[in-house]
């Protein structure tokens, strides 16, 4: 801040008394974006909306795609196992 005006003392107490407030402000929001709670919820509903869209309807083609991952995994496990058995 250079003002060329020179402030008075109850300018600059004004604001302080705003910088306050807006830490204040800001502290309660991260506290509130921090509690376990709340990180819980959002985390839940992010997975909500990898699986369903924003009309309720299940996305399949994600879940699909998820099933063939997994089955992919599985199948590649079975056959490393089968591998490492015969030895």
């Known amino acids: 801040m250079s003002d060329t005006k ?3 003392a109850e300018q600059i107490e004004a604001d302080i008394a ?3 407030l807006r830490l204040a402000s800001t502290v309660d929001e991260l506290v509130d974006r921090a509690n376990p709670k709340n ?4 985390q839940v509903e992010q997975a909500k909306s990898q699986v369903f869209d924003e009309h ?5 083609q994600k879940i699909v795609a998820v099933a063939g991952a997994v089955a ?4 590649v496990l079975l056959v490393i196992r089968r591998l490492v058995g015969r030895r």
């Open 39 to 42: 990180v819980a919820l959002r």
């Open 56 to 60: 309720g309807q299940l996305r399949t």
């Open 18 to 20: 705003a910088t306050r």
């Open 6 to 8: 020179a402030r008075t």
């Open 72 to 75: 992919g995994v599985v199948g």
